[in-house]
């Protein structure tokens, strides 16, 4: 079995981890994913499989992209429709007064992550505390929102936006904030992520559609998803940990030796040496 990435489509009303188990049922090695979706949202969740995974610290800056649903005129614990609602503050914001919202969203700014989130306090994480009735404030973090557009009304209480965003942007903390600055309470409703770096909807496998028989083929190379250009080392010491002259610029770059695709090298100063082996 070969390692590499599943584009897994997941479906809604699954955990992150239940998809992760399924495939490394399925492949019959180790698996883990890049971004938890929530068990309320659906769409793009690469899984890597086998030693895959010690890749991804290269992909967390990627661009990820949803489409979701805030319904205004509400809140919750969880900050979606799951949890219990409150109805205490009924008000509808007009949508140019959402529009401005949003776009005072894009940019780098200070995110304040749900409550009920993996965040950890003191080494707890977050849900579990909420769960346990106790309190706690979590810090907020710096996160870059790249695009929030409000693309249509569906409902008298709610509204469809697309969002571009870095890694660890909570969406539910956007309906929460975007309805805040409207003088209003707002909730996430539904959840798509249609993108995630270069892992798209479109190309995504159903989880149902998985096999035994067909995993493999629905295996996307290592090398395919890592967006990185090629650095060639004449001299194999490089590969027993001794860096390597080489003209080529500072940077990343992905090399290879004589069974394939073997990792990733740093170029720094004119010399080159590995950063993380696949093997």
């Known amino acids: 079995m070969q390692t590499g990435f599943v584009n897994v489509n997941k479906p809604s009303g699954v955990s992150s981890g239940y998809v992760v188990n399924r495939i490394k049922k399925l492949a019959g090695m180790p698996c883990g994913h890049m971004g938890t979706l929530d068990p309320l949202a659906s769409g793009v969740l690469p899984v890597a499989v086998g030693n895959a995974a010690r890749l991804f610290e290269y992909m967390l800056e990627k661009c990820k992209r949803y489409v979701a649903v805030f319904r205004f005129g509400v809140t919750s614990d969880t900050l979606d429709s799951t949890g219990e609602l409150d109805f205490s503050n009924p008000f509808i914001p007009d949508e140019e007064s959402i529009k401005a919202a949003a776009h005072a969203q894009i940019g780098e ?33 710096k996160v870059a929102v790249y695009n929030v557009e409000l693309l249509e009304r569906v409902s ?36 798509v992520r249609t993108a995630s770096g270069v892992f798209r909807l ?26 990185l250009p090629t650095v060639e080392i004449a001299d194999r010491h490089i590969f027993y940990g001794l860096p390597q002259p080489t003209d080529r610029p500072d940077g990343l770059y992905k090399i290879y030796d004589e069974n394939g695709f073997y990792g990733i090298a740093e170029v720094c100063g004119g010399r080159a040496k590995i950063r993380t082996k696949l093997c």
Do not use: W
């Open 202 to 227: 479109e190309d995504a496998v159903s989880l149902d559609g998985l096999t035994v028989e067909n995993i493999e083929r629905h295996i996307l190379p290592t090398e395919k998803v890592i967006d």
């Open 109 to 141: 700014i200070l995110q304040v992550p749900p409550r009920y989130s993996a965040k950890s306090v003191n080494g707890v994480r977050g849900y579990k505390l909420a769960r346990a009735g106790k309190a706690f404030e979590l810090p907020p973090k």
């Open 156 to 191: 008298h209480d709610s509204f469809r936006f697309a969002v571009e965003c870095g890694g660890g942007t909570y969406i539910r903390s956007l309906a929460r904030d975007i309805a805040a600055a409207c003088g209003a309470n707002g909730i996430m409703t539904e959840l």
